[in-house]
């Protein structure tokens, strides 16, 4: 299961990069869906899950193949990937999914939680993840953990916000507090994010002029053919 990787990767030790693929014989998307009863490990440093491995179409307009499934309520917040103290994750090709519209309550889930950690990979080109129906995308401000940092986070060719029954944009929001050297997109536009949430990034509370937020060819809003949310907004604070 992917628990027991996750645990056998965490256990193989820091100077190893473990890399966590899939081959489910199920080619539909229920045969390619985890169901989370409960969160997954905390995932070490020099691991690199990549879903594009599984065989199989692609989930929606999304590189996402194989799917992270939260299908109840939660009485307490909920952390599909925690990245924790870690360094050369990489998280790519993933959809994390709840069951229902984030906005109904039932408690926070967010699909990756980062904490005191720096050289972070959410998506690359040809390897994006698919962000649907979560209340949070990528986020290291909730819980007690406000005061955590984030460092050389790379935020690339992924789909964040996208409610799946109605097409439509729901939750999603990415939330950073005290992080520094964050890149969202990149120079060409298969880097590029679709973004129909919110973000808001907040630099340390003692910036310095070398640390840095790159926002480069998201698009925002839309898909490039079809407008999902007008008010898809980012707040950058330095």
Known sequence: ????????????????????????????EAGRTINLLTELPALSSNIVIDGTSQPGLPIGISAAKVILYLDHYTSFPFTYLMISNASEVSILGICFKYFNDPNNGGGEH??????????????????GNLFMAVRASIINRFWNYSSDSIRDLTIQSNVIGFYGPSGTSAGGYVSLDRARNITVGGPTPAEGNIILASMEIFQSLYP????????????MGTNGTFVYNLRTEVHLYG
């Open 1 to 28: 299961t992917l628990r027991q990787f996750i645990g056998f990767c965490n256990s193989n030790g820091i100077t190893e990069s473990d890399t966590i693929y899939f081959n489910f014989t199920d080619l539909t």
């Open 110 to 127: 967010y699909a990756i939680g980062l904490r005191n950690s720096n050289r972070i990979r959410v998506g690359s080109p040809g390897k």
């Open 208 to 219: 310095n002029p070398e640390w840095f937020v790159r926002f480069q060819n998201n698009l």
